[in-house]
Each structure stands twice: as structure tokens, then as C-alpha cells.
């Protein structure tokens, strides 16, 4: 519920009014009837000065100044349509009459037909005040006044010349000339009032005509609540919404026609508005249809502050939501539906990348495992077959996982400073020796003044570079493959790298470029039969690269070749800091093989573990055997272990339940656990290494990383020959 502080709840009089009162005073001032006022009541304090002494003269010309003051406050505040001043006007009427007939008394006492015309002015007067605590609406009064001014005039004008010394008497005709003329003026000031008020009214009688179609047509309801009596006026449209025939009743009626579950929070709202607390909110409540159906409207209300005109009352609208809601409801149950089909699409990716992955391993750890055994030429090439295809199955399947990650947005880009050329010549070694088998030139040139560091994520740069070049190649049957990088300075501090993969090849139109980056799309049909690929490298690579601040873009011409430009950002990085002598003399002292280390390998697969045992052979490791997590913890209790792999997924006792239940042994907390398992979603590696993995393979193992990262847990450097390939972030 929406609210806000009201403010000055008991107010008489709006914000409109009160800025109103300096207008309507203005108004008095520029017609002349204020001043004539003053004038009026200073000469008659100087006629009563002559007649009853100045003492007199003294009291009665502020106290009528006094009461002119109050005539004029008086009158401005009734024209604002302020009510309570109608307490005042008998006390002020009293205050009047008292003040004149005074005057009139005290010179009638004097016995001078003279002091008797001044009384006669004095009484007369009291017309004045009435004018101006009517706010010049007394239009009867004045237009009467009018009718006698003429003979009244002669008649003041005539006694104060026979009866009066001559400055008494021009005092007394000004004061009559003036009381006259604001007669006069304020006859017309109130036909010009009245003017402007029918107008006023008319215009808020159209306004409220037009607000009330407005909502009568758009079918909305209406409600208005009374603070003082709370009572309940309904518009038409709302009256039939809840089948009821009055439109006002008392507020305790409209309960049954409220939710019983909303009834608290939308009465105890209204109450707090009553209170003062709030002066406006928003609720989404469930009201009883005529027809007995609930359906969810949407109440707005607002405090309207009291005035002359009314008290503080509470009005509102109320709009049905019914088919919001309907709409509200199916999309909730549209996206439930798509995330629980995204949620199951993402444990079938996973169980298929499992189930692939168990057996590959198996089928690339055995190819591995005989490319060492002296095979002739022959065999080598068939063993090669294998490897290949092997790894074009791993290919497909990364890709496949790592569209899936961008998807559901859980791919993240992991920056890390280092020698970006160094990366790219690395890159292009990959390639050299499938471009030397196509008679192909590849070379790699750069800019002399390319920083030496950069920032960068160099896994998912390696992976889109890769891409490019093992396209470039694919489709280039001639000629060369050139790879071309610059680096821009950005504004905004770094650089924009660009890499520019230009080659010789079939080149495609720009139809098909268009299409080139789609999902499963290659330029046709024949392409796929022809060259091979899934048509998902190119997609990745774009949204790879647009996740890194960059894009990749193609300009081509048929029968000509290809430029394919990968951008990218990255920050400049510090130079490397060389090691010290000290460093470098006990980097060489921890050098040493893995020969005679006790490694426990558990794994319920017997492929799984005959491959490792091939790999580990050759460096002279004492290998242990357990099928699951519970013999491996029994194993490891029993014997002097340097090391274990240890598969997930396993019966009895999974990994998962094995490493936590080694690391809560003190014994065990530092002892190097690697994690060898098919799991290799999204966040596998680090819910793993959480778990307290010291570190993780994703099957099929790679034996040169098998070997270097059981190195690198030993705190041993890796010999050259077992150097691990670039990780892939699974």
C-alpha cells in the first residue's frame, strides 16, 4: 500500500483559498472601497471630536479602524466560501450596532441639531460595514442604497452647511460624498464577484459532469466516504458491479461485498486515513461480483482536506483486474513451464554429457595408451583415426555445453593478465601442421607498438580464435590463412583488441552471411556433408565475444575468401616481474618425478581405472584400487596414501559424501584429492572444489594433464613432455 503524510488535516480553509485571500483583498483595494472606508471613518472622528471633545475623537477613530479591518477579513473569507464565519457575523453585527448607537447616543445627548445630522451620518455608516462583511454580495442592500443615495446626499449636504462651523462641515461632506461612492463602488463590485463566481461554479459543474461520464464510460467504479459520518456514496458502474440499487449508505454496509481476507486491510486502511496518517494508496483487493463471483479489482483512494465547502472525505476508484490477473497467472505458469523445460533440459544435457563422456574416456585413454607402444606406421595412423574422431565427438559436445551455459546465462568471463601474443603463436602452432598438410601459408602479423600485457580472458579468446582459424582453414583449399592483431585505445581506459582471421578460400554471399551466425546453420546443406561442423562455432564465438565487450564480423565475397574480425576489450596489465635467483634455486630443488607415489584410484568403472593405470604406468606411481567412497576411505585409514583420484558418481558411497567425510578428519585435510568425473556442467568445478577437492579433471582424461596437474598438487614442477594442454573452463 502506497502512502504519504497528510498534512494540516483540520485546515479550514485549502492551499487554493488561503493563496485566494491576498486577491480578493487586492481587488478591495484597487476598487477604492478600503480607502474609502478610512477616509469615512476619520472624518467622523473629526465631527466627533468637535461635538464631544477630543477625548471622544481619540476612542472612536482607531475603533472604527478596528472594525473596518474586521468588515473587510471578514468578508473576503465568506467569498472563499468559508462557513464558519457566519459564527462571527452576529458578534461583529452586535460590536457594530454597539459602537455606532453609542456615537449617535452621545451626540444626541448634546441637544444640537447639529450633532443630530451627524448622528444620522454616523448610523448610516453602519451600511458600509454591512457591505464589507458581505463581501459586496448584499446586491439588494446596495441597489437600495442607490435609490436614497441622491436625496440622502442633499439632505447630509445641506444640514452640515446650516448647522456646522465650515471645516466641520467640509468634513462632514466628504464623509458623505465617500459613504455615497463606496455605496457606488461596491454595488458594482459585487455584480462583478457575483459575475465571476456563477463562473466559476459553472465550470466546476462541467468539470464533475465530464469526470463522472468519464468514469460511468469506461465502466470504472466510483466511492466517496464522509470522515464526519462516515457514510458511503457509490457512482452507477459500481452500484451494478456489487447489485445494489442505493448509492449511499453507511460504510459498515459496503463489509460483505469485501474478501473476508481483505476486509482487515482494506477498512483498517481507511481508518488510518481517517486518522490523518495517510492521504493516499493503492491496494489489490477481491470484491463480490453481483453474480456472487469474487474478482480482483484494483482500489485507489485519496484524502480530499476539508473546507468551506465539505469536510475531510476520502474518495477512490476501483478498476477490475480480473483479466490482468487472468493474464498475470498464465505467463507465471508460462515461465514455471519454461524454466522447469530449461531446468529439464539442462539435467539431460548433463546426463548425456555424463553418459558420452564415461565411455570416451575409455575409448581416448586406450588410443592414448597404445600411441606410446612403438606402433608401426600403419597402426599409428589408425590409432591417430581414433584420437581424432575422439576428440572431434569431445568438440561437438563442449560446444554444445557451452551454448547451453550462455543460454541460461551461468557462462562467466574470467580476465587474467598475461602475453596476449605469446597466446596467439601459441594458437597458431595448434593449426601449422593441418595448414602444411593443405599446402597452406599460415602467419600471424601484429602491430610493432601491440602492448606486451593485456587483461583478458585467454581461454574463451583461444577458443574464439581457434574457430575462426579452423574454419579459415577448412574452407581454403589454396592460397593462405593471415591473422592480423591491433589494439585500439578505448575513452574509457584499455583497449579494444581486434583479430582479423583473413583467408584465400570459397568465400559466401551475403545471404549467407546473414545466416552465418545462427544456431545449427552453415551456408547449405552441402557445406556440412563437404566439410563437416556442427554450424555451432561461429554462434559461440559471437556471443563469446559480445560477452567480452566485443562482436565478430564477416565481410566476404563469393569465390574470393573471407575476413572474419573478432573484437574484444581488455585492460593493460603490469609487466611481468621476473623471478628472483632465490625463487628460481628452490623451484629447481622441488623438481622431481612422481616415481613412488602411493596413489589410491577409486572408480566403480573398470575401463576408467585401467586407463588411468596406463597413463600413471610409465611414471613408476604405486598404484591402489577402491571401487567406491566407502573402500576408499577404508583404504585410506589403513594405509599411507600420497594422493587419490576419485571419481563422483559411484554406488555405496559417492565422492561427493567421501571427500566430506575425509576433510572433517584432521588426519586427512591436507591429503591431495583430484576429482575425476564426467560432470563437467556449469559449476561442477567449483561446487567441487567447495566440497574440498584439491583439484578436478573432466572426463576423458587428458594424460598430459593428468600428469601435469598431479604435479602441480604435489608441488612438483611437470616435466616439459607432460606440459598441460590450455584448459577448457567446462
Known amino acids: 500500500m502506497n502512502t504519504s503524510r497528510s498534512v494540516a488535516p483540520n485546515a479550514p480553509v485549502g492551499p487554493t483559498a488561503r493563496s485566494a485571500i491576498p486577491r480578493f483583498a487586492l481587488a478591495y483595494l484597487k476598487n477604492g472601497t478600503i480607502a474609502l472606508g478610512f477616509v469615512l471613518a476619520i472624518c467622523n472622528g473629526l465631527v466627533m471630536s468637535y461635538w464631544l471633545g477630543p477625548v471622544w475623537g481619540m476612542i472612536w477613530t482607531p475603533v472604527a479602524l478596528l472594525m473596518l479591518v474586521a468588515s473587510v477579513v471578514t468578508g473576503v473569507r465568506s467569498n472563499l466560501g468559508d462557513k464558519r464565519v457566519e459564527r462571527v457575523f452576529p458578534v461583529l453585527h452586535i460590536a457594530l450596532v454597539v459602537h455606532w448607537m453609542v456615537s ?44 436614497i443615495a441622491v436625496p440622502l446626499l442633499g439632505f447630509m449636504l445641506h444640514s ?40 466559476a461554479l459553472a465550470e466546476a459543474g462541467a468539470t464533475k459532469k465530464r469526470l463522472e461520464f468519464a468514469l460511468q464510460g469506461a465502466g470504472d467504479g466510483y466511492f466517496e466516504i464522509a470522515f464526519d459520518n462516515m457514510m458511503a456514496t457509490v457512482n452507477a458502474p459500481l452500484a451494478k458491479i456489487v447489485g445494489i440499487e442505493a448509492d449511499t449508505g453507511a460504510l459498515d454496509s459496503f463489509h460483505e461485498f469485501v474478501h473476508p481476507e481483505d476486509r482487515e486491510m482494506v477498512f483498517g486502511a481507511i481508518d488510518t486515513a481517517r486518522e490523518g496518517a495517510i492521504d493516499s494508496w493503492k491496494q489489490e483487493i477481491r470484491v463480490r461480483f453481483a453474480s456472487g463471483e469474487w474478482r480482483w479489482m484494483q482500489l485507489r483512494a485519496q484524502v480530499l482536506q476539508a473546507n468551506a465547502a465539505h469536510g475531510r ?54 588410443a592414448q595408451a597404445l600411441e606410446g607402444d612403438g606402433l608401426n606406421p600403419a597402426q599409428k595412423e589408425k590409432v591417430g583415426v581414433i584420437l581424432d574422431s575422439g576428440k572431434s565427438l569431445m568438440a561437438l559436445l563442449n560446444d554444445v555445453l557451452d551454448l547451453t551455459k550462455i543460454e541460461a546465462g551461468k557462462l562467466e568471463i574470467s580476465c587474467v593478465p598475461g602475453d596476449f601474443l605469446h597466446t596467439m603463436k601459441r594458437t597458431r602452432q595448434l593449426f601449422q601442421s593441418t ?29 574464439c580464435v581457434s574457430n575462426l582459424l579452423s574454419n579459415a582453414i577448412k574452407f581454403t583449399a589454396s592460397g593462405r590463412v593471415e591473422v592480423g592483431i591491433s589494439a585500439k585505445r578505448r575513452e574509457q581506459g584499455g583497449y579494444m583488441v581486434a583479430v582479423d582471421v583473413l583467408d584465400t578460400g570459397i568465400g559466401m554471399n551475403a545471404e549467407t552471411a546473414g545466416r552465418l551466425f545462427t544456431v545449427f546453420t552453415q551456408a547449405d546443406g552441402a557445406t556440412t556433408r563437404k566439410f563437416g561442423g556442427s554450424g555451432l562455432g561461429l554462434a559461440i564465438s559471437r556471443q563469446l565475444a559480445r560477452m567480452m565487450g566485443g562482436d565478430i564480423t ?28 632465490e625463487q628460481a634455486r628452490a623451484s629447481e630443488q622441488m623438481k622431481r618425478s612422481l616415481r613412488g607415489l602411493r596413489v589410491l584410484l577409486t572408480d566403480d568403472n573398470a575401463i576408467n581405472r585401467q586407463v588411468i593405470k596406463l597413463f600413471l604406468a610409465p611414471q613408476g606411481c604405486d598404484i591402489a584400487e577402491a571401487t567406491n567412497g566407502k573402500e576408499a576411505l577404508d583404504q585410506i ?35 591431495p584429492v583430484i576429482a575425476l568425473t564426467a560432470d563437467a556442467m556449469s559449476g561442477d568445478r567449483e561446487k567441487y ?33 607432460a606440459a598441460a594442454p590450455a584448459a577448457r573452463t567446462a
Open 104 to 147: 449617535a447616543a452621545a451626540l444626541w445627548t448634546t441637544g444640537e441639531p447639529g450633532a443630530w445630522v451627524i448622528a444620522l451620518m454616523t448610523c448610516s455608516s453602519w451600511v458600509l460595514h454591512v457591505i464589507f462583511m458581505s463581501g459586496g454580495r448584499t446586491k439588494t442592500v446596495t441597489r437600495g442604497l442607490m435609490i
Open 160 to 199: 452640515c452647511w446650516t448647522q456646522l462651523p465650515p471645516w466641520a462641515a467640509v468634513a462632514g461632506s466628504i464623509s458623505s460624498l465617500f459613504m455615497i461612492a463606496s455605496i457606488a463602488e461596491s454595488a458594482r463590485f459585487s455584480q462583478n464577484n457575483l459575475a465571476e463566481l456563477r463562473r
Open 313 to 366: 472525505k476520502l474518495i477512490g476508484t476501483v478498476v477490475d483486474l480480473t483479466a490482468w490477473k487472468t493474464i498475470e497467472s498464465e505467463l507465471r505458469t508460462a515461465k514455471e513451464s519454461a524454466e522447469a523445460s530449461s531446468n529439464a533440459k539442462s539435467q539431460f544435457l548433463a546426463n548425456m554429457s555424463h553418459e558420452i563422456r564415461t565411455p570416451l574416456n575409455g575409448v581416448l585413454g586406450m
Open 435 to 463: 595448414a602444411e598438410e593443405k599446402g597452406l601459408e599460415l602467419f600471424v602479423r601484429y602491430d610493432s607498438n601491440f602492448p606486451q600485457r593485456l587483461t583478458y580472458d585467454p581461454t574463451r579468446v583461444r577458443q
Open 554 to 581: 564477416v565481410t566476404s565475397e563469393q569465390g574470393r575468401g573471407s575476413t572474419f574480425r573478432l573484437t574484444f576489450c581488455a585492460e593493460e596489465a603490469q609487466p611481468e616481474v621476473a623471478a628472483k635467483p
Open 637 to 671: 585409514a589403513q594405509g599411507n596414501f600420497d594422493m587419490v583420484l576419485l571419481d563422483i558418481h559411484m554406488p555405496v558411497m559417492d565422492g561427493k559424501e567421501a571427500i566430506q567425510r575425509l576433510r572433517a578428519n584432521p588426519r586427512w585435510a591436507n591429503l
Open 689 to 721: 572444489l567447495a566440497l574440498g577437492m584439491t583439484d578436478y579433471i573432466s572426463k576423458p582424461v587428458d594424460q598430459r594433464e593428468l600428469i601435469a596437474k598431479m604435479h602441480k598438487v604435489m608441488g612438483l614442477e611437470a616435466p616439459a613432455a
